[in-house]
């Protein structure tokens, strides 16, 4: 039986997952989080689809014991591969990619660059999904080897906005022709500045925004949205470093934060 005063679990391969977890705790305040990144092993996007079920359901078994009401898997690249985890948790499992095609198919743009993890860009599943809902729109999908690992070191580092500019600009070479992109993968929308401030002509398309609105209609039609007048808290863990998440988090302006912690698994 879930409980609506439980948190809800987020998940990602590293800090992506604060640029959703910060959505989410604008959408529904009143909300407690449980937010766990695998600093240990990020990234995953250059790992197989087997390697990256592996580790996800390290990440799963802890959710579980923490008996989370719903597990927001923030990370593009294991979303690609969540179908596999259907029946993992006792509670539902609500992953990025139907968000992300929404968002594009709002627009119905003519074109889109999809930039990603290598491995969500290989298994097609963001060309698929925008396929269906904006069948007019070409879906041009890019793998960025290194960006996101880059984001990850870098976001919060002096001179690291450099740095940054630099994987931005050769991860999208060739592409500059294209005026609307969807940020595939969690990390990008935390530089966002970034790819405003190199590419001031392009709409850059945030799926997190689209997620956040589907987890509270999940939570509503569920009778699971938490009743509390309080403001929610969020509890952060780690693989990694903690101090580092601890600073990373208050760069990505995550709010109620009550501890950062690492956990080893
Ligand atoms: N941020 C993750 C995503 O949304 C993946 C980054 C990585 O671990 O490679 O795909």
Same mark, same amino acid.
């Given at each position: 039986?879930?409980?609506?005063?439980?948190?809800?679990?987020?998940?990602?391969?590293?800090?992506?997952?604060?640029? @959703? /977890?910060?959505? !989410?705790?604008?959408? $529904?305040?009143?909300?407690?989080?449980?937010? %766990?990144?695998? &600093? +240990?092993?990020?990234?995953?996007?250059?790992?197989?689809?087997?390697?990256?079920?592996?580790?996800?359901?390290?990440?799963?078994?802890?959710?579980?014991?923490?008996?989370?009401?719903?597990?927001?898997?923030?990370?593009?690249?294991?979303?690609? @591969? /969540?179908?596999? !985890?259907?029946?993992? $948790?006792?509670?539902?499992?609500?992953?990025? %990619?139907?968000? &992300? +095609?929404?968002?594009?198919?709002?627009?119905?743009?003519?074109?889109?660059?999809?930039?990603?993890?290598?491995?969500?860009?290989?298994?097609?599943?963001?060309?698929?999904?925008?396929?269906?809902?904006?069948?007019?729109?070409?879906?041009?999908?890019?793998?960025?080897?290194?960006?996101?690992? $880059?984001?990850?070191?870098?976001?919060?580092?002096?001179?690291?906005?450099?740095?940054?500019?630099?994987?931005?600009?050769?991860?999208?070479?060739?592409?500059?022709?294209?005026?609307?992109?969807?940020?595939?993968?969690?990390?990008?929308?935390?530089?966002?500045?970034?790819?405003?401030?190199?590419?001031?002509?392009?709409?850059?398309?945030?799926?997190?925004?689209? $997620?956040?609105?589907?987890?509270?209609?999940?939570?509503?039609?569920?009778?699971?949205?938490?009743?509390?007048?309080?403001?929610?808290?969020?509890?952060?863990?780690?693989?990694?470093?903690?101090?580092?998440?601890?600073?990373?988090?208050?760069?990505?302006?995550?709010?109620?934060?009550?501890?950062?912690?690492?956990?080893?698994?």
């Amino acid at each position: 039986m879930l409980d609506k005063h439980s948190p809800i679990g987020i998940i990602d391969s590293g800090i992506g997952g604060y640029s @959703v /977890a910060r959505r !989410l705790q604008n959408h $529904l305040p009143h909300e407690d989080f449980l937010y %766990l990144g695998d &600093g +240990a092993n990020t990234p995953y996007g250059n790992h197989s689809a087997q390697e990256i079920l592996h580790m996800t359901r390290r990440l799963l078994q802890f959710m579980a014991q923490r008996r989370v009401k719903a597990l927001v898997v923030a990370c593009n690249t294991i979303s690609c @591969v /969540a179908e596999q !985890l259907i029946g993992a $948790l006792e509670c539902p499992i609500l992953n990025v %990619l139907q968000s &992300g +095609a929404q968002a594009v198919a709002r627009l119905q743009p003519d074109r889109v660059g999809v930039i990603s993890t290598c491995f969500t860009a290989q298994s097609g599943c963001y060309p698929e999904r925008i396929l269906r809902l904006s069948p007019d729109t070409q879906a041009i999908s890019r793998g960025c080897p290194d960006l996101a690992d $880059l984001i990850e070191r870098y976001i919060d580092q002096p001179g690291g906005a450099g740095r940054i500019d630099q994987a931005i600009r050769d991860n999208l070479a060739g592409l500059e022709d294209l005026d609307c992109f969807l940020l595939a993968c969690t990390h990008y929308p935390l530089a966002q500045e970034n790819f405003q401030r190199l590419y001031p002509h392009v709409q850059w398309l945030d799926p997190a925004e689209e $997620l956040a609105g589907a987890v509270e209609a999940f939570l509503t039609e569920h009778s699971l949205l938490n009743p509390s007048p309080e403001l929610g808290r969020l509890e952060i863990y780690t693989t990694g470093s903690a101090p580092d998440y601890a600073h990373k988090a208050e760069t990505a302006g995550l709010l109620q934060i009550a501890s950062v912690r690492h956990l080893a698994i």
